[in-house]
């Protein structure tokens, strides 16, 4: 008789989500990742799929648990400058907690970094979400220009572009330097390039 399993397939992605988080999505084979969720090779294919499902599923997971609420805040800041400041800050101070899941860097970030070496699924998944943040960018941009905040004649997708885009930059930057100067130096670049978009 088969042993039980006790855990469901979120719990299994869960657990693979936070390893994959810790190290690295690409940092596992598949059998060590597998070793990490506590179930059996079969039990991961009948409840979870495959290597390439798992990673897109875990990203998923994490969009869907941790980010979700972050277009809200997005889209109801009313300082740029500000905004931006402060997303860079706490990107910077979570440094020194990069294997703690509740003070580390963003796994989608992280992950956004290396997305050329995923399979196609995954891909469009963090394309999807990128869309979504470049929305309420956008919806941001646009709200503020309408305040008067920012010149109307300025091209709104480009700064959500640059803004989105540097965000992940410095996470890349944080995650890989040793050097607190190099890490305040490209924060108050972004930040200067952004206070020249504000009036």
Not at 78 to 85: A, D, K
Not at 189 to 199: C, D, G, R
């Given at each position: 008789m088969a042993r039980p399993i006790n855990l469901s397939a979120n719990d299994i992605i869960e657990k693979c989500m936070l390893k994959y988080w810790e190290k690295g999505i690409n940092s596992f084979s598949f059998n060590s990742i597998i070793k990490c969720s506590g179930v059996s090779k079969p039990s991961m294919y009948r409840l979870v799929g495959d290597e390439d499902n798992l990673k897109y599923r875990s990203l998923k997971l994490y969009y869907q648990k941790n980010l979700v609420g972050f277009h809200l805040i997005i889209e109801n800041a009313?300082?740029?400058?500000?905004?931006?400041?402060k997303i860079l800050e706490n990107i910077k101070n979570k440094k020194e907690g990069i294997t703690d899941f509740n003070k580390g860097l963003c796994y989608f970030q992280k992950t956004r970094i290396i997305?050329?070496?995923?399979?196609?699924?995954?891909?469009?998944?963090?394309?999807?979400?990128?869309?979504?943040?470049?929305?309420s960018y956008l919806r941001l941009i646009n709200k503020l220009k309408t305040n008067g905040q920012i010149d109307k004649s300025l091209n709104s997708e480009y700064l959500a572009q640059y803004i989105y885009n540097s965000i992940t930059f410095f996470v890349n930057t944080v995650q890989n330097s040793s050097s607190t100067t190099e890490i305040d130096n490209i924060e108050k670049?972004?930040?200067?390039?952004?206070?020249?978009?504000?009036?």
């Open positions: 009313t300082n740029l400058s500000e905004f931006i400041r997305k050329y070496t995923l399979d196609k699924k995954t891909k469009y998944l963090i394309s999807r979400i990128d869309s979504k943040f470049l929305k670049s972004i930040l200067k390039t952004i206070e020249n978009y504000v009036k």
